[in-house]
């Protein structure tokens, strides 16, 4: 008491912890997901079995402990942020992907060889009965044949890719996750309460799960038990993961995603956006360019078998196949132009109703009660709007991101200046003490030199 | 407001990268020349340019249907023409006949003059353009008339052949020789056979009836000089829908150059003031100072 050194040394063990701590902040200062620390001290009582004045002194000052400064709730509105940005940027990749694949602004494009294909029937309704007008009807219908069933396949690839991105992203899911129950369990094996590194650790695997696919967290009184759930499907419960196993349907041509024997459906994350146009965007896409490609097959073979070729052949189909997989023109045509039923009577070459008809299919409102280049206009923009959404969305979460991020790095982030100043006063606060030190040790000499 | 140093760095990069990405599609608006390059750029304004696409390209057939027709009327014209100059001829030889200042003799050889003339309308008749028989009817490949010297048998039928010059207007550009052609051959034959026989009043009423039949040809003849005045009247309508679309795909597509540049001439002073700025706040640190 007094003329001891127990209290000094307090203070400069306290000094001691306070310059690690400032030391920490300062390396982390990069480090996003980092949470700065704070050495919270608190002043030490004597011990019992005082009275009077005695019980009034202090004893020192302890490092009660180092806790780390964040929001929750800032965490919480970024990882949801970043749950949607990870949700339509996935979505934008892939559409505009797509979008490449149709190419309607440049040449030879579907619309323009649908065009064409109207058009030469056209031409030829006038000239009948020359072979060059006929070949080139016959032409038109096998570049839209060909054109269509390459987008077709490109499509496929494009299925086969996004199938790729699904099962990589599931990979890294449950990679995440068991990182995370291994955290949990270095927590639990932890001798303090608050492991400040760990939990710094399982922070920043929670951030990147969270764009990926939109997780709950729930946190109990112990650290290491909190559980992470999607929808109804629980990842991690503590120690123990679930890995998302995905499960391709073949007949609906679906994939559908479970964990912990529990179906589940993202709603946001990349995953969830990966998800959702593999199983219903591109299904729309390829269902509605079917249904034309099937009707116009349809309109047109009906026609065309009513029809008569030069050489009096009838009842043949143009077109051969039933949907865009299939679509091709009849190779006899190819071969034998002059069997291509321009004419509806049997002998007379300069009749060319059939050809009219066929031409005049190009206002007739067969499909959805629109005609075939309006409906195919219409299919086009639905997949510019979607990307185009796509996009808008990806600028706008972005930004807001941005925003959140910055309000929750204004509460747990570093600044070092801050930590600068910190140091110097902690430099002081130690040769204070050390100063200290130093008068009692003479002032016990001076005691010791009565002797 | 705290603001990290992490931070700092990070909202400038932040800021930078959108400067650049804005200017990075300004400038491929200023090398294309067009507001968009892809669909998704402006789904609005490209579906409305597609619009225009479907309305050009069907404007264009008609115009080329237009120029068929023309090209057929064109040639039908012309044969119409030959054939009232012969049937003028015809008439020319019937008004000699019928005087009496010539002989038996000399009328003789006026009919065999129209047999000649006779033959040589047959041969209008079953005259080909671009390879096909124009008055056969829509049988393109069977020619029009047989003659054995005193019937004409017609090989085609009835029904014409039509062009779609617009919504709803069609040209006929064939013609039935049966209707056009043959009413008039067989005023000539009858006109022949009167000048052989040396019959005055048979002659002068086939010399009627040959008059008769001219009067049609030129009659014919005006039709098809209306119709083809009709049809360019409405390839130069045409060409204006052309010009004021293409007017409109302008404004709808195109850049307006000056407004792009000096967009991104201002972003690049933003972009060079950004970095300056974000330059002068990273290089203050209390660091100097101790």
Known sequence: ?451 | MRVTSFDKYQMSQHYLSKIDSESVRKQEQIATGKQFSRVSDDPVKVNRSMLMDVTESRINQYQANVNDTKSLLEYMDVTFDSASDALTQAQEIAIKGASATYSDADRVTFSNSIEEIIKQVVGLANSQHLDRYMFSGEKLDTKPLDYDGTTFTYNGNNNNMDVRVSEDVNVTVSESAAQVFVPALNELVKLRDALKSNNQADIESAMGGVQKETNKFIDNRSKIGVQIESVELLDESYNQVKLDLSTKRKENEDVDMTAAISDFTYMQQIYQATIQSSLKMMQNSILDYI
Do not use: C
Request: charged content about 25%; aromatic content about 8%.
């Open chain 1, 1 to 451: 008491m007094g003329l001891d050194f127990n209290i000094t040394l307090t203070g400069l063990n306290a000094g001691e912890k306070m310059i690690s701590v400032a030391q920490n902040n300062i390396a982390n200062a990069s480090n996003t997901s980092y949470a700065r620390q704070r050495a919270e001290l608190n002043a030490v009582s004597i011990g019992q079995g005082n009275s009077g004045v005695n019980s009034q002194l202090g004893s020192g000052v302890l490092v009660e402990q180092i806790s780390r400064i964040r929001d929750e709730l800032f965490i919480q509105q970024s990882r949801s942020e970043s749950g949607e940005i990870g949700y339509y940027s996935s979505t934008k990749d892939i559409l505009s992907n797509i979008e490449t694949i149709f190419n309607e602004t440049g040449d030879n494009s579907v619309s323009d060889l649908l065009q064409n294909f109207f058009n030469s029937f056209e031409e030829a309704s006038k000239f009948p009965e020359q072979s060059s007008y006929r070949l080139s009807a016959v032409y038109a219908g096998k570049m839209l044949s060909d054109k269509i069933r390459g987008i077709t396949y490109q499509l496929d690839e494009a299925k086969l890719q996004t199938d790729n991105k699904l099962t990589a992203q599931v990979t890294q899911i449950n990679e995440l996750v068991q990182k995370i129950a291994n955290v949990n369990r270095k927590i639990g094996n932890s001798l303090t309460e608050n492991p400040n590194g760990l939990l710094d650790e399982r922070d920043k695997y929670l951030d990147e799960l969270s764009s990926y696919v939109d997780i709950q967290v729930v946190n109990s009184t112990n650290p290491k038990d909190m559980s992470i759930k999607v929808g109804n499907a629980t990842l991690v419960a503590g120690i123990n993961t679930y890995e998302i196993k995905p499960m391709y349907v073949k007949e609906k041509d679906q994939w559908v995603l479970g964990a912990s024997d529990v179906e589940f459906k993202p709603k946001a994350g990349s995953l969830a956006g990966v998800l959702d146009v593999r199983n219903n965007y591109i299904a729309t896409y390829e269902g509605d360019l079917n249904k034309l490609v099937s009707s116009l097959i349809n309109e047109v073979n009906t026609i065309h078998k009513s029809g008569f070729g030069i050489d009096s052949t009838t009842g043949l189909d143009f077109f051969n196949g039933s949907d865009s997989r299939t679509i091709n023109i009849n190779a006899i045509l190819e071969s034998n132009p002059e069997k291509l039923a321009l004419s509806s009577e049997n002998g007379v070459i300069g009749n060319s109703d059939i050809a009219t008809d066929i031409a005049d299919l190009k206002n007739k409102s067969f499909i959805d009660s629109r005609p075939p280049l309006n409906y195919y206009q219409e299919y086009t923009s639905r997949l510019a709007m979607d990307l185009n959404i796509a996009k808008e969305n990806v600028e706008i979460h972005t930004d807001i991101q941005k925003s959140l991020e910055s309000q929750r790095q204004e509460v747990q982030g570093v600044n070092i200046d801050e930590e600068m100043s910190d140091l110097l006063m902690i430099q002081k606060y130690y040769q204070a003490n050390a100063k200290t030190l130093s008068t009692t040790k003479e002032m016990l000499e001076q005691l010791f030199s009565i002797f």
